[in-house]
Nanobody
């Protein structure tokens, strides 16, 4: 089965940095878009950053200049480098990937979520 495994979350002070990673594994033919979403308590889930297979990127306005998304297609992995973290960045972060399996199924897959907590 296709699986996305996230890592890198944790507790950090304001101004600090974290690097999230998300590795996809399983019967993967190809991966198209990959991205990171987050959801804070009482708030809607929002797109943080997305990156296409060819490397085209878009960010939420709230993280521009602070976060960097990247991917390693050979490793089926997407990263989110988060710098200058703010308390309002506190949320559960989920990775997402549009994946085509070897048997022809195209779906969005989600990671399990990783908690990022930024203290002031």
């Amino acid at each position: 089965q296709v699986q996305l495994v996230e890592s890198g979350g944790g507790l950090v002070q304001a101004g600090g940095s974290l690097r999230l990673s998300c590795a996809a594994s399983g019967s993967i033919s190809s991966i198209n878009d990959m991205g990171w979403y987050r959801q804070a308590p009482g708030k809607q889930r929002e797109l943080v950053a997305a990156i296409t297979r060819s490397g085209r990127i878009n960010y939420a306005d709230s993280v521009k200049g602070r976060f960097t998304i990247s991917r390693d297609n050979a490793k089926n992995t997407v990263y989110l480098q988060m710098n200058s973290l703010k308390p309002e960045d506190t949320a559960v972060y989920y990775c997402n990937a549009e994946i085509l399996t070897h048997w022809g199924t195209r779906r969005d897959y989600w990671g399990q979520g990783t908690q990022v907590t930024v203290s002031s």
